[in-house]
């Protein structure tokens, strides 16, 4: 089986930062392409960045220039630095990851449960 653990949500007064962690463990392979989605109360679950295994990253517009999605192959982990955050971030933080178990399956996407992140002051 392959999970991924979340760590590093909490509560943060806006201006401030967190840095959130996801690490995946079990039966991997190969990972591809790590993300991190958001989900706050009564919206739908929405991407906040993305990072390829070669290392290129794509952001959604409302926090580019603020969050910073990174990785360490070697660890299966991937970060989210989140600065300046405002309220409108608040929201349960979930990562993901196309993970091929063996040379001979297809890459499958896993979910972690999330964080939660609460910018208020």
């Known amino acids: 089986q392959v999970q991924l653990v979340e760590s590093g949500g909490g509560l943060v007064q806006p201006g401030g930062s967190l840095r959130l962690v996801c690490a995946a463990s079990?039966?991997?392979?190969?990972?591809?392409?790590m993300g991190w989605y958001r989900q706050a109360p009564g919206k739908q679950r929405e991407l906040v960045a993305a990072i390829t295994s070669g290392g290129v990253t794509n952001y959604a517009d409302s926090v580019k220039g603020r969050f910073t999605i990174s990785r360490d192959n070697a660890k299966n982990t991937v970060y989210l630095q989140m600065n300046s955050l405002k309220p409108e971030d608040t929201a349960v933080y979930y990562c993901n990851a196309g993970v091929r178990r063996s040379a001979y399956t297809s890459y499958i996407v896993y979910w972690g449960r999330g964080t939660q992140v609460t910018v208020s002051s």
């Open positions: 079990g039966s991997i392979f190969s990972i591809n392409g």
